[in-house]
């Protein structure tokens, strides 16, 4: 059964940065859109961004944008997120999640299981 | 506050029926597929309906899906308690160009 296997949980200082990892199968890599999508503490999804497999390319939600990056790593099969300048209000659970398109079909077929982050100082 | 609105809370009796609805506008669920997933306490999201009313494998015949020009419903029908969870529905949004979700329903099974 195809996973999509996070990171764990981290805990970080304000203004810090923070990078989470999404390992999942070479099929899916290759050709699913990976994205990231988070909660806060007895809150609702907020998506974040998007990272399209054929040719890299990445959206970010616009309140992210100069905050959040998106890498993979092919050798690994793992999609990296990484978010900078943390704010206490960055304390959540991250998910990546993937869909098979983009636009306006997209769906989450699969999750990860989420990683905590929170910021404390 | 989110671009989709759903109700807060909705409750129904064992095997009774429920629906949940999903509120937007013509730049999401009006033009766009609407998804829905269900999230048991303490744990990942998971998808039940996409493309507005399909299934997944392994999803029971019990969760259906409809849409209707900007709006979308959620229904269920014989209620478990195994059933009781958040719901969210999820669309494209093409002004935004960011997926879109409604801020959730709990749906408690008394």
């Known amino acids: 059964q195809v996973q999509l296997v996070q990171s764990g949980a981290e805990v970080k200082k304000p203004g810090a940065s923070v990078r989470v990892s999404c390992k999942t199968s070479?099929?899916?890599?290759?050709?699913?859109?990976i994205h990231w999508v988070r909660q806060a503490p007895g809150q609702g999804l907020e998506w974040m961004a998007i990272n399209n497999p054929f040719g890299g390319v990445t959206n970010y939600a616009q309140e992210f944008q100069g905050r959040v990056s998106m890498t993979r790593d092919t050798s690994t099969s793992t999609v990296h997120m990484e978010l900078g300048s943390l704010r206490f209000e960055d304390t959540a659970v991250y998910y990546c999640?993937?869909?098979?398109?983009?636009?306006?079909?997209?769906?989450?077929?699969?999750w990860g299981q989420g990683t905590p982050v929170t910021v404390s100082s | 506050q989110s671009i989709l609105t759903q109700p807060p809370s909705v409750s129904a009796a064992p095997g009774q029926k429920v629906t949940i609805s999903c509120a937007g506008s013509s730049s999401n669920i009006g033009s766009s597929y609407v998804s829905w997933y269900q999230q048991l306490p303490g744990a990942a999201p998971k998808l039940l309906i996409y493309?507005?009313?399909k299934r997944p494998s392994g999803i029971p015949d019990r969760f259906s899906g409809s849409k209707s020009g900007t709006s979308a419903t959620l229904g269920i029908t014989g209620l478990q308690t195994g059933d009781e969870a958040d719901f969210y529905c999820g669309t494209w949004d093409s002004t935004l160009n960011t997926v879109v979700f409604g801020g959730g329903t709990k749906l408690t099974v008394l």
């Open positions: 070479t099929d899916r890599f290759t050709n699913y859109y």
């Open positions: 493309d507005n009313n």
């Open positions: 999640a993937s869909s098979p398109f983009s636009g306006y079909d997209t769906y989450f077929d699969i």
